[in-house]
């Protein structure tokens, strides 16, 4: 088992920048790829980023690459999401998960595990 509480959104002008975390608790949460995902109204939850257990491996959906950045700190058990240039089409509810199946795992349906999600809202 593994569980996961997302923490750091907020309500921030266009250009500035937010760092998410995914807090994580269980004992096997390091063998996970971790990845974060974000859902608008009416609107699939679609993938945002990725990361292997070392941190060496990630993925980025086209959207963020070069303005976000996923990395990992497994002493702490937490995944962090650094997000830069943030644009008002950033907005949204950001959720992390656990998966077994990889950095490509694109698919809400390969993950096992979900935090409860943190809103992060950017105004023009």
């Known amino acids: 088992q593994v569980q996961l509480v997302e923490s750091g959104g907020g309500l921030v002008q266009a250009g500035a920048s937010l760092r998410l975390s995914c807090a994580a608790s269980?004992?096997?949460?390091?063998?996970?790829?971790i990845g974060w995902f974000r859902q608008t109204p009416g609107k699939e939850r679609e993938f945002v980023a990725a990361?292997?257990?070392?941190?060496?491996?990630?993925n980025y959906a086209d959207s963020v690459q070069g303005r976000f950045t996923i990395s990992r700190d497994n002493a702490k058990s937490t995944v962090y999401l650094q997000m830069d240039s943030l644009k008002p089409e950033d907005t949204a509810v950001y959720y992390c998960?656990?998966?077994?199946?990889?950095?490509?795992?694109?698919?809400?349906?390969?993950?096992?595990?979900w935090g409860q999600g943190t809103q992060v809202t950017v105004r023009e």
């Open positions: 998960g656990a998966t077994w199946a990889g950095v490509r795992a694109l698919d809400t349906h390969l993950y096992d595990y």
């Open positions: 269980g004992r096997t949460f390091s063998s996970y790829f």
């Open positions: 990361i292997n257990w070392y941190g060496a491996s990630t």
